[in-house]
């Protein structure tokens, strides 16, 4: 349900930040997935979604009441679209299982489109490209279009290669295309462009057309974001024993564990934040920790602050925030904070950065290497 809740913030969090009353305490992680449940049954009973907006206490509810057969139909065609890209969850094997004649009818509209896009683009692939060489006297087969785009055909690739770099010497004095008219070419002599160069500059078309639209299990900026940033296991896989404290006494025994800058009602106050991150509970974990300053105080809480604000619709605060800790040399949190600044990276369509920290991830063998691993191999190259 962790995708399904995802995209019902996406869409009505934007709406319910609009009126006036409305305050983000009031809608916790319990809250969002009692609503998101009873969205998916939305044809079958209205009531609770009324009961779920009215206790917000909105200043005008049922001004976002009379959007929810809109909200409702935004939610289904997002399923349906993660459907097809191979993305199932509780909420699709529910649609599925109670035979949703909208969601069925988006994907099976998604499917045959998709099916129509492919067969459309092979034939005009094919039908164009030799129909414009044609003018030049040169034609690729089939299977060259193939192999350009296949590994298999590298080989046979290069051995055209070479005999076209024999023929490019031969070209050099032979005309294709006359840059000049008639009445120019007694003043100067004519300029050239050879047939080799026309033939490599054709292959390197080909192998650009084939990387755009061979990415067919490829997952886009926000599914890789939605799907990566959801994930529970990441959570639980921080090493929350490496938060440092100090003692109270100075070392004398009996004294209390207090947290680095903070005085013990303070570290009692960001104890409470932790257990609420632990708990999914972002919004109010963020609340907590934004009272606590940790960017001026302690770096180790700035991580769990800069999460927050991933998970909660502030991609640009917690990038800003995570930049700065990986500039930290022998962070604790290093890790941590390499694998959420990608997260955010990708949000921002900042791809190249976002592989530079992933790659790095990979390579140091470490707890997040694999999911790194997982999010590069999904990746759409451009």
Request: proline share 3%.
């Amino acid at each position: 349900m962790k995708t399904a809740i995802a995209i019902v913030q996406n869409i009505i969090l934007p709406k319910l930040e609009k009126d006036p009353n409305f305050s983000k305490e009031k809608v916790d992680s319990v809250f969002w997935e009692k609503f998101t449940h009873d969205l998916l049954r939305f044809e079958e009973n209205a009531k609770p979604l009324y009961v779920h907006i009215y206790s917000l206490e909105l200043a005008n509810a049922e001004k976002i009441i009379d959007k929810l057969p809109r909200i409702y139909s935004q939610f289904l065609k997002e399923l349906a679209e993660r459907y097809v890209l191979g993305q199932t969850s509780g909420a699709t094997d529910y649609l599925l299982q109670t035979n949703n004649t909208v969601f069925i009818k988006e994907v099976q509209f998604l499917q045959t489109m998709e099916q129509a896009i492919k067969k459309v683009e092979r034939k005009r692939i094919k039908a164009d490209l030799p129909n414009s060489y044609e003018r030049l006297t040169f034609e690729l087969s089939e299977t060259d279009l193939a192999n350009a785009a296949k590994k298999k055909g590298r080989e046979d690739l290069k051995e055209k290669f070479k005999k076209w770099d024999n023929e490019l010497v031969e070209d050099e004095t032979t005309p294709v295309v006359s840059m000049l008219t008639d009445e120019n070419k007694k003043e100067k002599p004519n300029k050239v462009i050879p047939l080799s160069w026309i033939k490599y500059a054709s292959i390197a078309a080909i192998f650009i057309i084939g990387f755009m639209i061979w990415q067919p299990n490829k997952l886009s900026n926000d599914d890789l974001f939605f799907q990566y940033n959801s994930e529970e296991s990441i959570i639980h896989s921080i090493d929350y024993q490496k938060i440092t404290t100090v003692s109270e006494s100075g070392g004398i025994r009996g004294g209390q564990e207090l947290l680095h800058n903070y005085s013990k009602s303070e570290t009692d106050e960001a104890m409470e934040a932790i257990e609420l991150f632990k708990n999914n509970n972002f919004e109010n974990s963020k609340r907590i920790l934004i009272s606590l300053n940790p960017k001026e105080k302690n770096d180790q809480l700035l991580l769990f602050l800069a999460i927050t604000q991933l998970k909660t619709n502030e991609v640009n605060k917690a990038v800003s925030n995570l930049e700065y800790l990986n500039t930290i040399s022998n962070y604790e949190f290093s890790d941590e904070a390499k694998f959420h600044l990608a997260l955010g990276y990708i949000n921002q369509n900042e791809k190249r950065k976002a592989k530079d920290l992933l790659v790095a991830l990979v390579s140091t063998n470490n707890k997040y290497s694999n999911k790194a691993q997982e999010i590069l191999d999904n990746m759409r190259w451009f």
